[in-house]
């Protein structure tokens, strides 16, 4: 079992940056693979980054060049740094976690970003 804490959400303005935190419960050390997720109003949950527990990163298309994945393992910590944000970022951002060795899988309760002018 492992619980995981969102920070750093906020407003932002058009052409912003944040950087959210995942803070988990316990060590994330080889077990867990990570990444962040987001919903926006009226649209499904969509993948925005995930890092794996090797260290290897994929990105979907729009985060490709703006954000960055990382993790810090001796922290139990996981990043995203969020560049050159716009208004279709707006969207709850969801750290997630899945178990290599249980294969389950954990959510954060979500962080608040909010682009706009």
């Known amino acids: 079992q492992v619980q995981l804490v969102e920070s750093g959400g906020g407003l932002v303005q058009p052409g912003g940056s944040l950087r959210l935190s995942c803070a988990a419960s316990?060590?994330?050390?080889?077990?867990?693979?990570m990444g962040w997720y987001r919903q926006a109003p009226g649209k499904e949950r969509e993948t925005v980054a995930v890092?794996?527990?090797?260290?290897?990163?994929d990105y979907a298309d729009f985060a490709k060049v703006r954000f960055t994945i990382s993790r810090d393992n001796a922290k139990n910590t996981v990043y995203l740094q969020m560049n050159s944000l716009n208004l279709e970022d707006t969207a709850v951002y969801y750290c997630?976690?899945?178990?290599?060795?249980?294969?389950?899988?954990?959510w954060g309760q979500g962080t608040q970003v909010t682009v706009s002018s």
């Open positions: 890092i794996l527990r090797g260290g290897s990163r």
């Open positions: 316990r060590s994330l050390l080889n077990i867990y693979d």
């Open positions: 997630y976690a899945h178990s290599a060795y249980s294969g389950n899988d954990y």
